[in-house]
């Protein structure tokens, strides 16, 4: 089966990203990205490449070579469905907060009614792929509402059929232009060989065929929920053992080192910090808790969920330490927060430890100066304003560092942006109060840098 062209449902931090590559790979194939967001559709074709509704690093470049070539971002999902050979899902796939398996379970409306506009508007043979992590089995669920055309293909001369695909994606945000470029494998799950064919095929075109893994529907689906798990798993254990150093005298940089250069431990993925953010690790490790309850395996459920319960401790008690060298209160006191989005390098800002650890200091009446270089002021007002209703508390956001770190009487850091590194902290300390606070949670200053300042530093992970 010859594709040509390609739909893709959803042009968020996935689809987005993912489509531009493979447009950019593939410039026989005509890739269209379609949303029911209009602004973001709006934002993927401004003219000014730094309104594109997400930052990743060297996004920029490929969508100017791409768009309006093989590349584009519309509303139009009939046309755009009708037209496709293959169709990928990348929809939101959020925790349920109502209902059976609420704060667990995927949500998987957008999943669902995405499946319904493909039934509707297919024509002919349509190859519908799942990019969006899914728990185990959705794409039964996805044939399932596919196969309810069947009742009208019998009155149509030209009927629609369907093959699905599992294609998960293991992008992380920040360096997905390179994870998408130079994949550690490809995973395709399915049962239809012409259709695991013609996927394969468009990977050809740039990742060697070793690294395209195929495989059953569901261990396809399932290895997406483990490799983010099994992920999510290694940062609380670091971090868990940061508490330890804190509390013995090592110090966690040279444990991990130490662990690290253990060939079968590895050394990636051993950076102590505040806790794992990102729309995946937490949604999908929960998942992985709730379908272990449902099919009957409570034992490894709970192996699962201690991951989760560790980051949510891990952000608390950074709240709590900062409130007790602080004299026990910060009632009143100016905080300036460095750093909001989840990791560096992007503008997402979904389930990033900063909204806890920020939302726990304003509840106890600190003012806080926040200065992020991607975030805007609209996102950390919405992050505030689901996490906790009742926020009350002062904070603003700053265009520099110095701008908040002015009359501070701590700086909180949260996220390891580059411009964080090497800071003239001679300086920076004669704009704050005395006594002042460096909290460092992301390993970026190092203790000479303050050596001959009047600031006094904590660092995640340093026992004294
Ligand atoms: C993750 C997976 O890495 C990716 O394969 C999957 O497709 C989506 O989920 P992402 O969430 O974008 O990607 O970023 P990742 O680099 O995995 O970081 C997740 C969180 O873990 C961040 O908050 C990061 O700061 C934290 N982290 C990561 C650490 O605290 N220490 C580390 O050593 C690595
Ligand atoms: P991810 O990180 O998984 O890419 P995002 O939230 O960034 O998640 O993006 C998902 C996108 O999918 C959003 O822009 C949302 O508007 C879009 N979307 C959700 N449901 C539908 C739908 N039924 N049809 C088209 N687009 C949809």
Redesign the pocket.
Known sequence: MKIRKICCIGAGYVGGPTMSVIADKCSDLEVKVVDINKERIAAWNDSDLNNLPIFEPGLDQIISRTRGRNLFFSSEMEKSIANADMIFISVNTPTKTKGLGAGQASDLSWVEASARQVAKYAEGHTIVIEKSTLPVRTAQAIKEILEATKKENAKNKNPKTFSVLSNP??????TAISDLEEPDRVLIGGEDPEAIKALVNIYLNWVPIEKIICTNLWSSELSKLA??AF?AQR?SS?NSISAFCEATGADINEVAKAIGTDKRIGNQ???A?P???????KKDILNLVYLSGYFGLPEVANYWNQVVVLNTWQQDRIYKIVLEKLFGTVSGKNIAILGFS??ANTNDTRES?SIRISCDLLEEGALLSIYDPKVSFERIKEDFERFSFNNQGIWKMVNSIPDALKNADAVLILTAWDEFFGLDWKYLASLMRSPAWVFDTRSVVKRQEIKNTSLNLWKLGEGS
């Not at 994606?169 to 920040?174: P, Q, R, V």
């Not at 806790?275 to 690790?281: E, V």
């Open positions: 994606e293991f992008l992380a945000e920040g490799a983010n992920l940062i670091i993925f051993l950076s910090g806790g794992f953010g990102g729309s995946c690790f989840f990791k430890p």
